[in-house]
């Protein structure tokens, strides 16, 4: 394929796009595919000839879309949503159209101080202090990983990297069970390991940790001779929103001299919405912060917005400089590679722009008071519903309930039976968790498309399957 024969074959995908996500509420959510079905529809050789690209859309069409499930679709309740707002797309094209690598400031200028910038729009956004300065990492993951490095660093006065961890104190990271994991393999990453990662009793699934207790942990490590590093709390934890009471937390690692990071992937973009941000109160003390614009701001999949309180501790932890990689004259510029884990990275400021300038605060804001709006009627609904129970109450637009008719032998058979059977349905899309030793269904709203009837329709869905279920 040449250049010359891009624009017409732009036009077509756009148009291909335009109308996929017109049209995208008639499909099921989830792929209905059984596993190996594409694998074996695709050739086991590759092609030694060149093919005409119509022979790759059409196979595109016919092979891979029935495989997909549809993360853009507005009955996508399971998981957190993964919004592609179409201005961020528009800016994703044109990023792989100019295809830069902006790993320093001179292999693309534009790039650098686009993301300073855009990272402080961000920062504004979510009502943070001025003093935090911000970096895009491709992934949530990548974020923690970036900071449990610095926790790491920091606690061994930055002989880690050079010396390794051999014959050091063990160190020891402090979270309560809610939080992701991702924080789990940044510990085995950064070399402390999995028993080093101290479980921090909570006071309940959706209430978080319990500072006393990170208190007394961190105070028994100390005197049995171990070495803590650092405390990662969780604001919006992916099973039932669990969040960790931040200032109180915050003041517990202060008096330790603890390094602070606090994983909001998803809740974060609600902090947009100035009644929220009681969520995370006292965040402005904390060390790093990451949120994915990639999940309830709109922006195209993947984009981490990372802050820091002081970023000389990031970049003293990853910053390397071959010679080769040095910009010459120039200074006071900022080269990104240097505060992140990979050295390449992709123009990811540029949807994040887009998308602030097309949709505007308000707009962004009032889709997600909508989700949490509509979040709520639905929990109200099925808490007046016979034979259902509400397990954890919304956090934001998540919620857990379970299905318990009356004389059910094994409710989490019968609730894992309930979500496959739903999402056989295809009209709705649900994942389940697990609360305590229970077994729940997970609700929660957040595609930039669902209107209130799609979440009408969930009720429906739910009632309709269930009661189906044990006829
Ligand atoms: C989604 C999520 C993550 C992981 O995000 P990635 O960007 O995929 O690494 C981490 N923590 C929480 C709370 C999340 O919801």
Redesign the pocket.
């Known amino acids: 394929m040449k250049w010359t024969e891009f624009a017409d074959w732009g036009r077509r995908v756009s148009q291909w796009a335009q109308d996929y996500h017109l049209t995208i509420g008639s499909r099921p959510v989830r792929a209905q595919t059984e596993p190996g079905d594409i694998l074996n529809a695709l050739p086991a050789a590759p092609p030694e000839e060149a093919q005409p690209l119509e022979d790759v859309f059409r196979d595109f069409e016919n092979i891979v879309m029935p495989g997909m499930t549809h993360w853009q679709h507005p009955r996508f309740f399971a998981y957190?949503n993964s919004n592609a707002a179409p201005a961020s797309v528009l800016a994703e094209f044109l990023t792989s159209a100019v295809a830069a690598q902006c790993m320093l400031w001179q292999t693309s200028p534009a790039a650098t101080e686009m993301e300073t910038r855009m990272m402080d729009w961000l920062r504004q956004s979510l009502g943070l202090p001025g003093g935090f300065a911000g970096v895009i990492q491709d992934?949530?993951?990548?974020a923690?990983l970036a900071a449990v490095l610095t926790m790491r660093e920091k606690a061994l006065d930055w002989q880690g990297n050079r010396a390794g961890l051999f014959g050091a104190r063990a160190l020891r990271i402090y979270a309560s069970v809610e939080?992701?994991t991702?924080v789990d393999r940044a510990i085995w990453i950064a070399g402390i390991g999995q028993d080093n990662l101290v479980r921090v009793p909570t006071d309940g699934p959706v209430r978080g940790m319990d500072p006393a207790a990170l208190d007394a942990a961190i105070t028994a490590d100390k005197e049995a001779g171990l070495h803590p590093a650092g405390v990662v709390l969780?604001v919006?934890?992916?099973g039932t929103g669990g969040t960790d009471p931040i200032a109180a937390c915050i003041a517990v690692a202060r008096k330790h001299g603890l390094y602070v990071h606090v994983?909001?992937?998803?809740a974060g973009s609600a902090m947009i919405c100035p009644e929220f941000r009681t969520f995370w109160e006292g965040i402005e003390g904390a060390d790093s912060i990451v949120f994915?614009p990639?999940?309830w701001l709109g922006v195209q999949f993947?984009c981490?917005a990372h802050f820091l309180a002081n970023p000389d501790d990031l970049v003293r932890t990853l910053a390397i400089q071959p010679v080769y990689l040095e910009t010459q004259g120039k200074d006071g510029i900022v080269n990104y590679s240097e505060w992140s884990v990979p050295l390449g990275r992709r123009f990811r400021a540029l949807k994040i722009w887009f998308v602030l300038r097309a949709y505007g605060l308000e707009g962004l804001r009032d889709r997600i008071r909508n989700h949490v709006k509509w979040s709520h009627n639905l929990h109200d609904r099925l808490a007046e519903t016979p034979d259902f129970e509400i397990v954890t109450a919304p956090v934001l637009s998540l919620f857990t309930f379970r299905y318990v008719p009356e004389g059910t032998a094994d409710p989490d058979a019968l609730n894992l039976a309930l979500v496959n059977a739903i999402n056989d349905d295809g009209r709705i899309y649900l994942t389940q968790t697990r609360v305590g030793d229970r077994m729940v269904i997970r609700f929660q709203a957040g595609q930039f498309e669902t209107t209130a009837d799609d979440v009408a329709m969930a009720y429906d869905v739910i009632c309709e399957v269930a009661r189906a279920l044990i006829q």
């Open positions: 957190f992934s949530a993951s990548s923690t939080v992701h991702s969780a919006g934890g992916t994983d909001a992937a998803w994915n990639h999940k993947d981490a």
